[in-house]
């Protein structure tokens, strides 16, 4: 069992910038690789990035690349999305998800566990 918990979120202006954190806890925490998902009202789930178990290998949206970093440390069994120049087209609710396996996936079926996700709001 993996439990994830999100912090960071909030409400900010266009131009400006978050930091995500997701804390995990569990016993396969170190092996598994991990990823930010993001969901706007009334659309589907999409990838934002991804990360393996070691933090080598990292995956990003098209969308993302160049605003967004994903970062890790094993060691405080921690996550973090750095976001920046963030646009209003960026307000979702953000959420967590460990992998089944320590390669980095961009989708969302390759991902067991999931935290309750944290709200970003860009205004205008």
């Known amino acids: 069992q993996v439990q994830l918990v999100e912090s960071g979120g909030g409400l900010v202006q266009a131009g400006g910038s978050l930091r995500l954190s997701c804390a995990a806890s569990g016993r396969s925490f170190s092996a598994l690789a991990m990823g930010w998902f993001r969901q706007a009202p009334g659309k589907e789930r999409e990838f934002v990035a991804a990360?393996?178990?070691?933090?080598?290998?990292?995956y990003y949206a098209n969308s993302m690349k160049g605003r967004f970093t994903i970062s890790k440390d094993n060691t405080k069994n921690t996550m973090y999305l750095q976001m920046n120049s963030l646009e209003p087209e960026d307000t979702a609710v953000y959420y967590c998800?460990?992998?089944?396996?320590?390669?980095?996936?961009?989708?969302?079926?390759?991902?067991?566990?999931w935290g309750q996700g944290t709200q970003v709001t860009v205004s205008s």
């Open positions: 990360i393996s178990w070691a933090g080598g290998v990292t």
């Open positions: 998800a460990a992998g089944r396996y320590g390669s980095p996936s961009r989708s969302i079926s390759e991902y067991s566990y």
